[in-house]
């Protein structure tokens, strides 16, 4: 069993920043692939980035050049750098990790981008 907490979301001007963090626990953090999705009222669950064990990254093209996941292997975190944050970035952010058939998700962070 993994557990996931994320942290750092919060309410933030158009143009700004924010980091997200999810810590993992209960497992050998560096062998699962980490990702982060975002799920907007009345729309469905969307694949954000994601990070595999060998460094990989993946982007959604709606966060291409503004989003980074880093992954810190050794405080078993992996992190979701948002930059030129937008009113369509609003939404609860999920950290989720998987391997094999196995996959896990946090309970979520509410991040609301408006002026």
């Known amino acids: 069993q993994v557990q996931l907490v994320e942290s750092g979301g919060g309410l933030v001007q158009p143009g700004g920043s924010l980091r997200l963090s999810c810590a993992a626990s209960g497992s050998i953090f560096s062998i699962w692939t980490m990702a982060w999705y975002r799920q907007a009222p009345g729309k469905q669950r969307e694949l954000v980035a994601s990070i595999t064990t060998g460094g990989s990254t993946n982007y959604a093209d709606s966060v291409k050049g503004r989003f980074t996941i880093p992954r810190d292997n050794t405080k078993n975190t992996v992190y979701l750098q948002m930059n030129s944050l937008k009113p369509e970035d609003t939404a609860v952010y999920h950290c989720?990790?998987?391997?094999?058939?196995?996959?896990?998700w946090g309970q979520g962070t509410q991040v609301t981008v408006s002026s």
């Open positions: 989720h990790c998987n391997r094999l058939t196995f996959e896990y």
